[in-house]
Structures are given as structure tokens and as C-alpha cells.
């Protein structure tokens, strides 16, 4: 069912200190910082050779994660993200084997324009893991 590593979300509470410290301490190469109010989320991208690490800094009242912050003072690993390539099919095969979709269970146009869920981190062992739709090249 699954594909390729998307990307590896990690959670800052200073988004400016940690591109710094990701620039000039490891040499990444990242994005403009992208507002995305729906996710609760400014988001930085770091492109690797084989995948990508996406920077979260909570954004407005109520993000997401916020309440993250509050637990991992400082920031830490918040999910994983994996490619399938029928969203929709890999929700109906997951959830008829008793994995718990995050919301409504209904897919949200992520980061990169694809329809993402997220699943129960319950389900994996405590950690919150991310489909995200990618049509194979045609
Ligand atoms: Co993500």
C-alpha cells in the first residue's frame, strides 16, 4: 500500500532559529516559509537527496501544534508522511482493518497541493503518520 518517505515533520516553537541552525550548521537548503491557517502552520521545507524535512511553528489560536509544544518543550518529531497512490482506497483498506483516521476522515489538501490524513497514533505504536496521495509519474 505504501510508497516512498514524503517527508519528516518536525515541530519548532522558533521557526526563524531553526532554519538558522539547519542553514548554517548542516548546510540545507530550504524553502520561503509558507502560512497554511487551515493546518494551524507556518511551514519551512529542507529538500535531502531522498526526501524532504518539513519545519512547524504553530500558527494562530488553537493549532494543532500548539498543544504539541506543550508536551515537547522546545519542539521534537511530530509525524511521518507516506506516499500512497489512492487516498481514498488506502482509507477504506485501512480503516476495514481498524486503523482510526484523525477528523472527519475525509482527506485536506496538504503542504504540496495533495490530499493528506492522518492516521491514530494510537494505531502505530505512538507515532502520528501522515498518507499523502502522489500520482505516479506518467
Ligand atoms: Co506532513
Redesign the pocket.
Known amino acids: 500500500m505504501i510508497g516512498k518517505l514524503n517527508?519528516v515533520?518536525l515541530v519548532v516553537s522558533d521557526l526563524e532559529a531553526a532554519c538558522k541552525s539547519w542553514q548554517q550548521m548542516l548546510g540545507a537548503q530550504l524553502s520561503e516559509a509558507q502560512a497554511l491557517p487551515e493546518h494551524g502552520v507556518t511551514v519551512v521545507f529542507i529538500d535531502l537527496p531522498n526526501t524532504r524535512i518539513?519545519l512547524l511553528e504553530p500558527l494562530g489560536d488553537g493549532s494543532p501544534v500548539s498543544r504539541f509544544l506543550e508536551k515537547h518543550v522546545g519542539g521534537g518529531m511530530h509525524?511521518i508522511?507516506l506516499e500512497v497512490e489512492d487516498i481514498l482506497k488506502a482509507r477504506d483498506e485501512l480503516t476495514a482493518k481498524g486503523a482510526r483516521i484523525l477528523g472527519k476522515g475525509e482527506p485536506k489538501i496538504?503542504a504540496h497541493g495533495n490530499p493528506v490524513l492522518f492516521m491514530h497514533p494510537a494505531d502505530f505504536h505512538g507515532t502520528l503518520i501522515?498518507l499523502e496521495e502522489v500520482k505516479p509519474a506518467a
Do not use: I, R
Request: charged fraction near 30%.
Open positions: 517527508h515533520a518539513e509525524h508522511c496538504g501522515e
